[in-house]
C-alpha cells in the first residue's frame, strides 16, 4: 500500500506543508493569478490565504489512485463536492474547488443548481422591489432650489428674468387722463447673470405707458414711477398691456390690465384729484383712496359724502378701495370727506 494511502490527513497535509509538491506550487500561482482576480471583480468575501487553503486541502485530501475517473463522474448533488472526473490537469485545479463550493460533482448539476437560483431570485425580486415603491411614493418630493445650478456670466439660470409686479395690480385711469400713481417693482435679487435688465412697455392704441426707469442691474430691487395715459377716444373697458424683459439673449414678456374708466378722481395726500371734474348727464365717476398712513395715528382712510341736492355717500374706503356713482342729472354736486371735512371736491354734470 503507498505511503499517501497509510498517513493520517494531518499527516499528510504537515507533510505537503514541509515539502510542497510542483502541483501545490502551481495551486498557489492559479489562486493568485487567475482565482483572485475573478473573486475580486464579483465581490467574493474570501482572502487569498482562504482560498489557497481550500485549494490545498483539496489536493491533500484526494488519493493518488484517483479513483472517481474509473468510477465516472457523480450523479448526486449532495455528494461528497469532489469535481467531475474527467475535468483533469492545470484546469482542473482551478476549477474543481468551485464545484466543491457549490456542493455538485458535476456540470450539469451546478447549472442545475445555478438555473435553481436564478428562478428563486427572479420571483422574490417583485416581492422586495414592489413594497420599497410604493413606499418610495409615498415620500415628499423635496423643493428644488431655482438657483441650484452654476452661474455663468450672461446665461440666466433658474429665473432668468426680475420679478415684475405692478401696484395697484390693475390700475384705474380716466377717459382723457393722465395718472402717475401706479409703481411697477423690480426685483432682480435672485438675477444670476452680469447682463443687464432692460424694460419696454408696449400697449394698444389710446392707451400709453411711460417707465422712469427702463434699465436695471442684476441683484437690483427697485420702484419705478409709472405714468397712464388714455386718449378721450378710447373706449372704455379693460385692457392688457405688455412689459418685456430683455437681458443679452434671454427675454420674457409680462403682462398686465388697465381699467380705462369714463372719469376718475383720486384721493390722495388729503385732497381729492381733480377737485373740480366736469362730465356729461350719464357719466359714471370712480373714487379711488391712493392714501395710506398718515402721521402716528390716521390709516389714511377716506369717504366721499354728498351735501344738498344729492343724497348719495360711499362707504369708508381703504388704501386702493375704489366706489363709483352715475349722475343721471345735471347740475353741480359738492362733496366731502367725513374723516377729514378739509377734503372737499365737486362735480359739475352738463346735459
Known amino acids: 500500500m503507498k505511503m499517501a494511502e497509510i498517513l ?15 502541483e501545490l506550487r502551481d495551486i498557489s500561482d492559479v489562486v493568485d493569478q487567475q482565482v483572485m482576480p475573478i473573486m475580486e471583480t464579483f465581490g467574493i468575501p474570501i482572502t ?18 484517483a479513483p472517481e475517473i474509473s468510477q465516472g463522474p457523480h450523479t448526486s448533488e449532495e455528494d461528497s ?13 482551478m476549477v474543481r474547488p468551485m464545484f466543491r463550493l457549490a456542493k455538485v460533482n458535476t456540470l450539469r448539476g451546478l447549472l442545475k ?17 414592489l413594497p420599497a415603491y410604493f413606499f418610495l411614493s409615498t415620500l415628499p418630493v423635496p423643493a428644488l ?13 433658474g429665473n432668468p428674468m426680475a420679478t415684475l409686479t405692478l401696484d395697484p395690480s390693475s390700475p384705474l385711469i380716466g377717459l382723457g387722463q393722465t395718472q402717475n400713481y401706479s409703481l411697477l417693482t423690480v426685483n432682480a435679487t435672485s438675477f444670476q447673470t452680469t447682463s443687464p435688465i432692460v424694460l419696454s412697455a408696449f400697449s394698444p392704441k389710446g392707451l400709453s405707458i411711460q417707465l422712469s426707469q427702463t434699465r436695471f442691474s442684476s441683484r437690483e430691487s427697485a420702484s419705478v414711477p409709472v405714468a397712464i ?6 373706449a372704455v373697458g379693460s385692457y392688457s398691456v405688455t412689459v418685456e424683459e430683455r437681458s443679452g439673449a434671454s427675454s420674457r414678456n409680462q403682462t398686465f390690465t388697465i381699467l380705462v374708466v369714463p372719469a376718475l378722481v383720486v384721493m390722495e395726500h388729503l385732497s381729492y384729484v381733480p377737485g373740480i371734474l366736469n362730465v356729461t348727464k350719464g357719466t359714471t365717476v370712480y373714487w379711488m383712496n391712493l392714501d395710506s398712513t398718515i402721521g402716528c395715528c390716521d390709516p389714511g382712510y377716506h369717504n366721499v359724502v354728498f351735501g344738498s341736492g344729492l343724497n348719495a355717500s360711499s362707504p369708508i374706503l381703504r388704501r386702493l378701495g375704489v366706489w363709483a356713482y352715475t349722475f343721471d342729472a345735471p347740475g353741480e354736486f359738492y ?5 377729514h371735512p378739509f377734503m372737499a371736491g365737486e362735480v359739475v354734470v352738463s346735459a
Do not use: H
Open 8 to 22: 493520517s490527513l494531518e499527516e499528510r497535509g504537515k507533510a505537503a506543508a514541509a515539502s510542497p509538491p510542483q
Open 48 to 65: 487569498k490565504d482562504e482560498l489557497t487553503k481550500m485549494f490545498v486541502d483539496w489536493f491533500v485530501r484526494r488519493t493518488p489512485q
Open 81 to 93: 463536492g469532489s469535481a467531475p472526473a474527467w475535468i483533469g490537469g492545470r484546469f482542473g485545479y
Open 113 to 129: 443548481r445555478t438555473t435553481r437560483s436564478v428562478l428563486t431570485v427572479a420571483m422574490l425580486l417583485p416581492l422586495i422591489l
Open 145 to 157: 432650489s431655482p438657483n441650484s445650478g452654476p452661474s455663468q456670466p450672461g446665461v440666466a439660470v
Open 229 to 234: 395715459t388714455a386718449s378721450s377716444s378710447i
Open 335 to 339: 362733496y366731502m370727506c367725513s374723516i
